[in-house]
């Protein structure tokens, strides 16, 4: 089997490719088997990525543009393929450059979704939504997957299309769809990126660092974040699950916890002394802008439907933290 993961060269994209390359085998619409080749497919590649994967000759690094029709088309070429489609722009880019947003989110996704179609086997398709998909004046306290999807950002916007389209694409045989509906996924090692919610690993990571945190949004604000290692544990999962347990409405969202910049600055603070870690400061540095958006997004998320399917729980906050602390900043 052939494994498509595009947005390979970020962080999580690139988490799953070593997981998979660890794991060796997925449940294929024809059955468990072994994966040959990790086709990780972006516009660019950081060294790290490059570097670590030089050597491995199962691992194939691919640039290329996902509104490029061919080029997805030529990437998509074998009939025994899985997709994990996680390639997107961010939240904040959205909102100021839509004709992008639309292009790449919105027709890449499409351009995905078509390749897949045009295979005979039935292939598998793992898409990565968002939390983003709620918002607007009726939107519940808590989530699930049973609320209305009225996203008030671009980026929501697209990643509802996007589980639509799953869902129909499947429904109508094309491939065999699925859809992870992500929160906020924590502790992302690196530099802050263009995400309105990139305050949200920011405020672990350069405290743990001993560096100052500017934070754009109130110190009360609730926000549902999950481990980067419960997501693709989740992504894994929910590939290999039987087609027929899913039902009609083949997105699920992943449990997460309700974590506010206070609570993770006593956690952090927690970590710091028992591990003797001089950390920095959270320092408020309200933005408005960045403020308006996480105001119309999911202050908690309710992920039973894809525990009840076998979908991982959250680990506990001081846990997820502590793993990207061994992982990342040994």
């Known amino acids: 089997m052939k494994v498509i993961i595009t947005g390979g060269g970020g962080f999580l994209g690139y988490q799953l490719c070593r997981k998979l390359r660890e794991k060796g085998k997925l449940t294929g619409s024809h059955g468990v088997a072994a994966i040959d080749e990790i086709c990780l497919f972006d516009r660019a590649f950081p060294d790290l990525v490059r570097d670590e994967t030089a050597s491995d000759p199962g691992i194939t690094l691919l640039e ?40 790449v989110n919105l027709m890449g996704g499409w351009h995905i979704f078509e390749a897949a179609r045009h295979k005979a086997r039935f292939p598998k398709v793992v898409f990565a939504g968002s939390i983003a998909s709620f918002g607007g004046s009726a939107m519940p306290e808590t989530v699930n997957d049973l609320a209305k999807r009225t996203p008030q950002t671009t980026y929501g ?13 499947s429904r109508k045989g094309f491939f065999d769809g699925r859809t992870a509906r992500l929160p906020t996924v924590i502790v992302r090692p690196g530099s802050p990126n263009a995400a309105a919610s990139s305050w949200a690993s920011g405020m672990f990571r350069e405290p743990l660092k001993g560096e100052d945190c500017a934070l754009p949004i109130r110190r009360d604000q609730c ?10 544990e989740s992504l894994i999962a929910l590939h290999d ?18 974590v506010t910049p206070l609570i993770a600055e006593a956690c952090i603070k927690e970590i ?11 320092v ?20 039973s439907r894809a525990v009840a399917l076998g979908l991982p729980q959250v680990a506990p906050l001081k846990s997820i933290v502590e793993y990207y602390l061994d992982d990342f900043q040994r």
């Open 223 to 232: 926000h549902p974040m999950t481990g980067y290692r419960e997501v693709v």
């Open 241 to 258: 699950v039987p087609a027929e347990t899913l039902g009609d409405d083949r997105a699920y969202g992943l449990p997460a916890h309700q």
């Open 284 to 303: 408020d540095a309200f933005d408005p802008e960045i403020q308006k958006i996480v105001d119309n997004w999911p202050t908690a998320v309710d992920g």
């Open 272 to 282: 710091a002394a028992e591990r003797g870690i001089n950390i920095g400061e959270i």
């Open 64 to 103: 290329g543009d996902i509104s490029d029709r061919d080029q997805v088309f030529a990437a998509i070429d074998r009939e025994d393929i899985s997709v994990f489609h996680l390639a997107s722009m961010v939240s904040g880019e959205c909102e100021t450059q839509f004709d992008a947003a639309l292009s």
């Open 157 to 169: 916007m697209t990643k509802v299309i996007g589980e639509l389209m799953v869902n129909d694409y």
